[in-house]
């Protein structure tokens, strides 16, 4: 059928990716105890004594995988992808390469595997972000982005660092994420910045970070893992984060790729108390439906409290988003951009002789379609399947609505093709 788009293979398998479209990304770690801002340690400069008190404090006690699992199911979610080490270097995960890990904490236990296993358990696929900066590992470099870049013997603390060591150690834990939890899906490494440089000091990159024996390690526990492209080595998966493409995403070639957005629920990743710029639930709704008219995924981020809790900002949102996807995801699931250009203020998504129209700014009366006269055999709006009668003007589709906006965020047409 139509909509058939050519994209460019990648060694990893992304079939079940891109038809399930909508992943929940979860960023949790010892800054959710500062509560403002997973960089907090870089853009305060924090000293390790200081930082060591959120070690010394973090006790999730209200922390329940399957209430998580439970949130991003109902919300339409497929998968997850969890922060099991941030830049912080603080592991979710009981890893016999550190101590610097959860189970050493008041949370006394390995929270990535209770993670795993409750989203699996909802039938959710499992991912891991493991973060190839490290400011804690004793090896790891300082450089233009680490906390004690500004310190006056930053120089000296770089003596006997070994990067070497410290790649060796990242293609251990990646073993262990890789081995001890059952077959993970996707593998989201973060970040290079070979091309950063703050006062001599020199930024990272797939080089540093060796990254190709650290994806051949991977690939070797599990060929078909989807691996992002964040070590500046291209994989399955692109990745603009915090910005909404307006078309597929195509390499340098002009291959169409497979991609996913990152977007926050606000300005940070980890949880920020304070923060107050949460976007509605109708920006949430247009940006899955612009990401998949864009033939791409949408990962949406939660901060979990220190607590181990969603906040209620957050609970609101993805029950939102939940609402319209209990009526609405077909035009989500197995949905690409579709072969016909919208008119403003429309986007399309098209799943095989299926084209979904979603309304951005309701109409009058009539919803005109340019090009699609004589292509349309039946339409219905996609929540309650109530069929619209629509006319053909010249090479125009004139749909008729009713004059009052159902009461969806963004009602959706379905069209069945000829
Ligand atoms: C980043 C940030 C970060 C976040 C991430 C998500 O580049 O460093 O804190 O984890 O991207 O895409």
């Not at 973060?190 to 797939?206: I, T, V």
Request: overall charge negative; charged content about 25%.
């Amino acid at each position: 059928m139509a909509a058939n788009w050519e994209v460019r293979k990648t060694p990893g398998d992304t079939a079940w990716f891109t038809n399930d479209r909508f992943g929940m990304f979860i960023h949790w770690g010892l800054y959710a105890l500062p509560a403002r801002h997973e960089w907090i340690k870089n853009i305060e400069r924090i000293k390790e004594e200081k930082y060591d008190k959120y070690f010394k404090y973090f006790d999730p006690d209200l922390y329940d995988p399957k209430a998580w699992a439970r949130e991003a199911k109902n919300a339409g979610m497929k998968y997850a992808v969890l922060t099991s080490k941030h830049h912080e270097g603080f592991c979710l995960f009981d890893s016999q390469y550190t101590d610097y890990k959860c189970t050493n904490t008041p949370a006394g236990r390995d929270l990535v595997r209770e993670y795993v296993e409750a989203f699996r358990a909802e039938g959710l696929r499992v991912g891991f972000y493991y973060s190839l900066i490290d400011w804690h590992h004793p090896d790891f470099p300082v450089d233009g982005l680490h906390p004690r870049r500004d310190d006056e013997n930053a120089r000296e603390l770089n003596e006997g660092r070994d990067m070497k060591r410290y790649a060796k150690y990242m293609r251990d834990q990646v073993t262990e994420l890789l081995t001890n939890y059952g077959k993970i899906d996707i593998l989201w490494f973060d970040f290079s910045y070979a091309d950063n440089n703050y006062n001599g000091f020199k930024g990272k990159g797939r080089d540093d970070w060796e990254a190709e024996e650290l994806i051949a390690t991977a690939r070797a526990i599990n060929p078909g893992i989807i691996i992002d492209n964040r070590t500046e080595i291209e994989q399955d998966l692109w990745t603009p984060e915090q910005w909404q493409p307006t078309e597929w995403q195509r390499d340098d070639e002009g291959n169409l790729v497979v991609w996913e957005a990152c977007q926050t629920f606000s300005g940070s990743w980890g949880y920020h108390r304070d923060e107050t710029s949460w976007k509605s639930p109708e920006m949430l709704v247009r940006m899955l439906v612009n990401t998949v008219s864009c033939g791409g995924n949408l990962l949406l981020n939660v901060g979990p409290t220190a607590r181990g809790y969603f906040d209620y900002r957050a609970v609101n949102a993805l029950q939102a988003i939940g609402d319209w996807m209990h009526y609405n995801g077909k035009s989500v699931y197995g949905c690409t951009q579709a072969e016909f250009a919208a008119p403003t203020d429309v986007r399309y998504t098209q799943n095989g002789g299926r084209l979904y129209v979603h309304i951005y700014a309701y109409p009058f009366r009539d919803l005109c379609l340019p090009g699609l006269a004589g292509k349309v055999d039946y339409a219905q709006f996609l929540h309650d399947n109530s069929e619209l009668l629509f006319q053909e003007k010249g090479d125009d589709l004139v749909v008729s609505v009713p004059p009052l906006k159902p009461r969806v965020i963004v009602p959706v047409i379905e069209l069945m093709l000829k």
